[in-house]
């Protein structure tokens, strides 16, 4: 099945710095790719949506200066948290839709800032 | 009144007993809807999807769908400790792939 590489699993960084997440479709070409965000025992919460060679559509309240995303090619799609504060502290989450199979969720990525 | 509402648990259940998790929905024309299997650190993987009303079978999972009450549910047969997890209720908003997911039922199956 379509298989999408999320890296890396986990950071920790130091408070100001940036962090960039990679999203991969290993066996497919994602011309769509969804950010997620999730805090503990909470549920998923779309950040923002990344096209293929347009710019990304930020959810509400998300604010895209700090969460850069890029989708510069059909297999990858990245998203760089910038000037990171301990309140992203959050796993992050890519996920690409299989039409109407769902989606296919990358492995997440833990980020703790520090 | 949220999108896709989920009772958060947690739900208890003996080993081998069916575990029942229920969802309802806002958007009366949501056309495909989907469960999702997540454990605790673990990106959510999708265990049943289903689009009609009725039911829809795959092993110990059934998916049940109502859209004129818009539910849906999932029952889970002969439930084993390794079903202990958050179940992720999903629905795709009509007219493109944006999904909301609801908040999530913790289970946990007790040996």
């Known amino acids: 099945g379509a298989v999408v590489s999320q890296h890396p699993s986990w950071v920790i960084c130091k408070s100001g710095t940036s962090v960039k997440i990679e999203c991969r479709s290993l066996?497919?070409?994602?011309?769509?790719m969804f950010w997620y965000r999730q805090f503990p025992k909470q549920s998923l919460m779309l950040m923002a949506t990344?096209?293929?060679?347009?710019?990304?559509?930020?959810e509400q309240g998300v604010e895209k200066d700090k969460f850069l995303i890029n989708h510069a090619s059909l297999t990858l799609s990245t998203l760089t948290v910038t000037s990171a504060h301990p309140e992203d502290s959050s796993f992050y989450i890519c996920?690409?839709?299989?039409?109407?199979?769902?989606?296919?969720f990358g492995s997440g990525t833990r980020l703790t800032v520090v | 009144q949220k999108e896709v509402e989920q009772n958060s648990g947690p739900l208890s259940v003996p080993e081998g007993a069916i575990a029942s998790l229920n969802c309802t929905y806002s958007?009366?024309?949501?056309?495909?809807f989907f469960w999702y299997r997540q454990y605790s650190g673990k990106s959510p993987e999708l265990i049943m999807s289903?689009?009609?009303?009725g039911d829809k079978e795959d092993g110990r999972f059934t998916a049940q769908l109502n859209k004129a009450s818009q539910y849906v549910s999932l029952l889970i047969r002969d439930s084993q400790p390794s079903d202990s997890a958050t179940y992720l209720c999903a629905v795709n908003k009509p007219g493109g792939f944006k999904t909301i997911f609801g908040a999530g039922t913790r289970l946990f199956v007790k040996a």
């Open positions: 066996d497919f070409q994602a011309t769509t």
């Open positions: 990344s096209n293929e060679g347009s710019k990304a559509t930020y």
């Open positions: 289903i689009y009609s009303n």
């Open positions: 996920s690409a839709p299989q039409g109407n199979y769902g989606y296919t």
């Open positions: 958007d009366r024309v949501s056309q495909s």
